[in-house]
């Protein structure tokens, strides 16, 4: 995973080991962290053979007993631990809302969540706790008190930011893998997507209490996206973005995209009203594509395509981006390696305002270009066409079974 966003002033890019704070318009890196070989050497403690890692209740919820096949989970992130401590990799990064902490996951041998104290201090470690399963988003509450983190399995984890060795609380879990989550404001709604075309609404803390649904997605939901208290947008693999008023559950435009939309992100351009979001198509020969969204009523909203953007496309294997003012900076391999490309986004070309030599200090930083005995951090991202359904038509088998029984019946009176 090559994980890349825009916290102004810093570009952040994650790779490998190693997560570079970057400025975009000059040769200056703000920071860096590199992950040890193993984390048990930056405190992470990996639960004993047929234990399981403590859990603590949800908020307003009593101590559960372990679901079934809770067990195989924490087999399963026991045996996270062993192997090659070598394979530890950056998975997602993500900055709290107030700028002071930054949280790391990461996956291969030991899956954990790393807290940062990110600011003033250069990136100073404050806790490392394992994570049950292979995390698949990340996002901070509003006042960044406490962090979420969704799993492969569809479970969803509060780790608390204060008491920053607390153990987790599962707060609410779904049937297949969560795509993207998001807090509200006012932090009485934790909405998420997932791989069966559905987004949930769940009340918090109550998360026992399901608010509502937001259901007409005839594919997996690969990203949300938060425009006002009551409205968000989201991305499919249906090839449609729709906004939605989640209090209500109600579908409120819908807005036909020409390719599958695997990646989504929304920058704010004036408040609670107009909104640029970029997705990233799947197999489509323009790679990104730019969308005015903008409010005009209380439930009227507007959605225009200002750009596409080809990145390329064709030529490499595209995996993610983030968007500036006036940029988009997507990630992708050539060749097992990491490639960096920047792009204007009002014309969608190779942005020429880049500084000489920016990309290949970046790449250095995140060893993803070859030393001088020719060794690097290989890059393979992952397989996108694993999110879409597999679909069997068990229909066409059985009529031609039956053309083929009745055949053989007409020939058996026959002779």
Request: charged share 25%; with cysteine.
């Amino acid at each position: 995973m090559a994980t890349i966003f825009f916290a102004e002033p810093e570009l952040v890019v994650g790779h490998g080991r190693r997560v570079l704070f970057v400025n975009p318009d000059d040769l200056q890196i703000f920071k860096e962290i590199e992950l040890p070989p193993d984390l048990a050497t930056c405190g992470l403690k990996v639960p004993e053979p047929g234990s399981c890692p403590a859990t603590g209740p949800g908020p307003g919820q009593e101590q559960q007993p372990a679901a079934a096949g809770g067990a195989a989970k924490q087999r399963e992130a026991t045996a996270s631990g062993s192997g090659s401590a070598a394979e530890v990799a950056v998975q997602n990064v993500s900055y709290s809302p107030d700028g002071q902490l930054l949280a790391v996951t990461t996956s291969g041998a030991q899956k954990a969540l790393l807290l940062y104290r990110a600011r003033p201090e250069h990136a100073r470690l404050l806790s490392a706790r394992p994570l049950a399963r292979a995390a698949s988003a990340l996002r901070f509450c509003s006042d960044s008190s406490s962090v979420l983190v969704t799993d492969k399995t569809g479970d969803c984890y509060q780790y608390d930011c204060v008491e920053v060795e607390a153990a987790p609380r599962l707060l609410l879990g779904h049937l297949s893998v969560v795509y993207d989550i998001l807090w509200s404001e006012d932090q009485q709604h934790i909405i998420t997507c997932d791989r069966d075309d559905k987004i949930r609404v769940t009340n918090y803390p109550a998360t026992f209490d399901i608010h509502s649904y937001c259901l007409g997605h005839r594919e997996f939901v690969s990203g949300l996206a938060l425009l006002t208290d009551r409205h968000i947008a989201s991305a499919s693999g249906d090839k449609t973005l729709r906004i939605w008023n989640f209090i209500e559950g109600k579908e409120l435009l819908v807005h036909e995209l020409p390719a599958p939309a695997m990646r989504m992100q929304v920058r704010e351009l004036e408040t609670d009203k107009v909104f640029q979001a970029a997705m990233l198509l799947y197999d489509y020969e323009d790679a990104l594509a730019l969308f005015h969204l903008e409010r005009s009523g209380r439930e009227s909203w507007a959605i225009n395509l200002t750009q596409l953007v080809r990145a390329d496309a064709g030529a490499w294997n595209i995996c993610n981006f983030t968007l500036t003012a006036n940029r988009i900076y997507v990630t992708g391999a050539v060749n097992e390696r990491l490639e960096l490309r920047v792009y204007d986004s009002a014309t969608g070309i190779p942005s020429k305002g880049v500084p000489e030599g920016w990309l290949k200090m970046v790449l250095e930083g995140l060893h993803a270009l070859p030393d001088a005995d020719g060794n690097c951090v290989n890059f393979q991202p992952e397989d996108l066409s694993v999110w879409f359904k597999k679909r069997f038509d068990n229909v066409s088998d059985y009529l031609e079974r039956k053309k083929r029984r009745i055949e053989e019946q007409q020939q058996q009176k026959s002779n």
